[in-house]
């Protein structure tokens, strides 16, 4: 049997498919499961601030929240790292992020998705990957409406002795 950490994760990747799902075409994708046990769990991500609910007359609905959207970034990464071709293609990633201290907790939690991606810190707000996670990175982009505090650059122009660098780096 699943645990609960396990039916959250599942909830996530649900809720990520559409705006709003409804609470019966969640339990629904449970049918093995008792309806407690999914109903603990949208509770907890409820408590978590990743889910909101929105009442209706006829039907509950769910969706995701800009902290739930984050969480569907990290379980993509989780799920994905062994799929991304590590060999490098030819061009860098370079992301800036530029988010003010009073967004401190969602500058960290980028950063964290960052680590993940396997890019590493240049200069404070600089990071650089040979690996091909840009379009995941554009989508965060755009749905947390990161407009002018991200830019994301793919380049195969970088100097010669800070391209030997980064291949050392990334252990190339």
């Given at each position: 049997m699943s645990s609960k950490k396990d039916y959250s994760g599942?909830?996530?990747?649900?809720?990520k498919q559409k705006p709003a799902t409804s609470i019966e075409e969640i339990h629904g994708v449970f049918d093995d499961v008792n309806k407690y046990s999914v109903t603990r769990s949208l509770k907890g991500l409820k408590e978590a601030g990743l889910i909101e609910s929105i009442p209706s007359a006829h039907k509950d609905f769910a969706r995701l929240t800009k902290e739930g959207k984050k969480k569907v970034y990290s379980?993509?990464?989780?799920?994905?790292?062994?799929?991304?071709n590590t060999v490098w293609d030819g061009f860098w990633r370079i992301i800036l992020l530029d988010l003010p201290e009073s967004r401190k907790s969602e500058r960290e939690s980028l950063r964290y998705l960052l680590k993940k991606a396997n890019f590493v810190c240049l200069k404070n707000s600089a990071w650089i990957s040979?690996?091909?996670y840009e379009h995941l990175f554009s989508n965060i982009k755009k749905d947390l409406g990161l407009t002018t505090e991200m830019i994301i650059f793919t380049t195969n122009n970088i100097d010669e002795v800070s391209q030997k660098i980064f291949f050392d780096g990334f252990n190339k």
């Open positions: 599942k909830i996530i990747k649900i809720l379980l993509e990464l989780d799920s994905h790292t062994g799929l991304i040979p690996y091909p």
